[in-house]
């Protein structure tokens, strides 16, 4: 598989830390801010993926590049999230409605 780009470093050479730091350099380059609340736990040189996207898409191209393009045995438990993703600046939000709230004051 040819890849635009450096070469991939030898993960067999690399500790668990090492490769967990690899694969979060990878996601925020691809991504940016859209796997902030992405947990990466690596144990015996696999990869396994944790926490919340803001879409389908975000979900699949996290486990993409992981397995993919870096080649890397990956298992993703990401939750899919239906929330105000941002606000303000570049700063992730949960657990925030995007439906408008209606007033029941009387």
């Known amino acids: 598989m040819n890849?635009?780009?450096?070469?991939?470093?030898?993960?067999?050479?690399?500790?668990?830390?090492?490769?967990g730091a690899v694969v979060r350099a990878s996601l925020r380059e691809a991504g940016g801010s859209t796997f902030d609340l992405v947990e990466v736990d690596v144990q015996d040189?696999?990869?396994?993926?944790?926490?919340?996207?803001p879409s389908e898409t975000a979900r699949q191209l996290a486990a993409k590049i992981v397995a993919e393009d870096m080649g890397i045995e990956v298992t993703e438990a990401l939750r899919?999230?239906?929330?105000?993703?941002?606000?303000?600046?570049?700063?992730?939000?949960?657990?925030?409605?995007?439906?408008p709230r209606r007033d029941h004051r009387g």
């Open 3 to 19: 890849r635009p780009g450096p070469p991939l470093p030898d993960f067999r050479c690399m500790s668990d830390a090492e490769i």
């Open 80 to 99: 899919v999230t239906k929330t105000l993703w941002k606000q303000g600046e570049d700063e992730p939000k949960h657990g925030v409605d995007t439906k």
């Open 45 to 53: 040189r696999r990869t396994c993926l944790r926490g919340e996207v």
